[in-house]
């Protein structure tokens, strides 16, 4: 298990969303890239120095910090559409090999090489922005229904990384909530959100506070 390329963002302008820009452009850079914790949601902080969230109700913050995709999974979509997706085209900042990203359990914790440790902490869920930047019709609906979200993750360790890290699971918690899971229970299958529950705190704050609304009692 390791990670194929680390991908940062160049800021394009975003007509999808009719924001000034977007950052879903990541492609591969050399040598190492600093990883430390994000601030708080809302103001851009992610966890990759010299990347940026720039739809900031959506994205980055301490719970989306870093992103992560499957080569096998990219791999997989190039067939379907028939073209080719290099590393970093569906905004992830670190392409992995040999890493089932989308079983990983969220509170699962990755080392990777040797300083940087990260959390699982939700899915993945498609906007207009991603579909549009694909030029793919349906997009959002044929990806939700594929369930290979990829993983936001959390920064536990800060350090660096690199393409050819190894990634080690350092820790797997007690419980079956998986990142394919939770998208599902987040989007086609509602009825779903309690099995989120045994994740607790190591889920997204927005998730958890999902959770507590569907599921208290009226």
């Known amino acids: 298990?390791?990670?194929?390329?680390?991908?940062?963002?160049?800021?394009?302008?975003?007509?999808?969303?009719?924001?000034?820009?977007?950052?879903?452009?990541?492609r591969p850079v050399e040598g190492p890239v600093a990883v430390t914790a994000a601030g708080p949601k809302g103001t851009g902080e992610v966890g990759l120095a010299g990347d940026h969230a720039h739809d900031v109700k959506h994205h980055g913050?301490?719970?989306?910090?870093?992103?992560?995709y499957a080569r096998e999974d990219l791999d997989r979509w190039a067939a379907e559409l028939i073209r080719p997706l290099p590393n970093g085209v569906f905004g992830e900042n670190l392409t992995t090999e040999g890493l089932d990203v989308n079983g990983a359990l969220i509170g699962e914790r990755w080392r990777i090489g040797p300083d940087v440790v990260l959390e699982v902490?939700?899915?993945?869920?498609?906007?207009?922005?991603?579909?549009?930047?694909l030029g793919e019709p349906g997009w959002i609906k044929r990806f939700i229904a594929a369930a290979v979200p990829g993983p936001y993750l959390r920064v536990i360790e800060p350090g660096e990384v690199r393409a050819g890290d190894p990634i080690a699971i350092v820790h797997r918690p007690d419980h079956d909530?998986?990142?394919?899971?939770?998208?599902?229970?987040?989007?086609?299958?509602?009825?779903?959100?309690?099995?989120?529950?045994?994740?607790?705190?190591?889920?997204?704050?927005e998730t958890r506070a999902l959770l507590r609304r569907r599921t208290q009692p009226s």
Not at 15 to 22: E, N, Q, S, Y
Not at 61 to 68: E, F
Not at 122 to 128: L, N, S
Not at 178 to 205: K, S
């Open 121 to 133: 902490s939700a899915p993945r869920t498609p906007c207009v922005t991603f579909e549009g930047w």
């Open 1 to 26: 298990m390791k990670v194929l390329s680390v991908n940062v963002g160049t800021p394009h302008p975003n007509p999808w969303k009719r924001l000034p820009a977007t950052g879903i452009d990541k």
């Open 177 to 205: 909530v998986t990142v394919a899971l939770t998208l599902r229970a987040l989007t086609r299958e509602p009825e779903l959100l309690p099995r989120l529950a045994p994740a607790g705190d190591a889920l997204h704050a």
């Open 61 to 68: 913050g301490t719970d989306q910090a870093v992103y992560a």
